[in-house]
């Protein structure tokens, strides 16, 4: 690749998800965009970008920036933020409001549904956490595609291997062929909608919890500022926010700080107010 | 070092799993029938063990059964890693003692997944 179909690309991403290409990354676009490329009946990745330079056509470009922006995911990916819901989070929540009420979740980058799904299932095994409280669990992601995977909860069995304690996949997955299909009272907790974050996204409401994991780190700094200030928005003013192992909010906004002891988990700062 | 026992009839899965292991820093054994891997087992239990179903002379759960009955046998953690992939092995599995459950085939991130989820990683 050239560079300067390297600097198109990069921008094009950048305009169209706060995706940051760097040149450490370029190992990705052969193989994330070469599918795309046979798909639509070219030669190669570098006949695509060819295509889209000379004639911009949305629906190539949208599939470039699927292709590019769709990251790999798994259920209970890094543990430790579930235990930190289980453990922290909710008790603290349940501490303050006495229980009942409604609990929601907002899981930023859903994927093809891992994560969401992994919350429901921390949640539905500790009801004397919650206690009562209905829960509303919204999944978002910029790709329509991977949502619809998510939707219908079927995992092949590679899939449910990586993360899912045995345990876990014989309570909550019924096995359906070849395939596992989470079970209805597990799916049914969780709704999706397509949502680039880099767009308004107050129609969403006001959540509790916001998983918002590795997804920040593709973004440029303007961006990270811009979508955490968004972010604190949304959140109750005892709610929590958690942030991938490798994230943090230091030098990027005053909107939120981080809860101490507890690596990933960021509380609203009461002194914050963004600015009109 | 953590020990690990493999235990299956296939050699060339034995193999595999002795490759992914050892780059987990396990120290391997092997056995290629659940008779012999009870034999390795009463000359010093392992850490761990990963553990075919169907196999000559003693099959996967036969083993764990005698495994779990055995002095010192409540002690390492039983991987299964089978072809078996319905709900009626996998619940037997767990009733009979096992801790996880592998599915065939697996790669190296289903086996350290596995592990971790267990504690041995």
Redesign the interface.
Known sequence: MTPQDFDFLAQLLRQRSGLVLTPDKSYLIESRLAPVARREGMNSVDDLIATIRARRDERIVWSIVDAMTTNETFFFRDKAPFDLLRDVVLPDLTSKRGGGGKLRVWCAAASTGQEPYSIAMTIDQAPQIHKGAMVEIVGTDISPRVLEKAKSGLYSQFEVQRGLPIQLLMRYFDKIDESWRLKDSIRSTVQYRTQNLLEDFRGLGKFDVIFCRNVLIYFDGASKTNVLERLAQQLNDDGALILGAAETVMGITDAFRAASGHRGLYLRNPGWRRAA | MKTCLVVDDSRVVRKVARRILEEMRFDISEAADGMEALERCRGGMPDAILLDWNMPVMNGIDFLRALRREQGGEKPVVVFCTTE???DH??EA?RSGAN????KP?DS??LE??FA?VGLV
């Open positions: 992939n319905d709900m996998i619940a767990i996880e459950y592998i599915m697996f991130e289903i997944s596995k989820e």
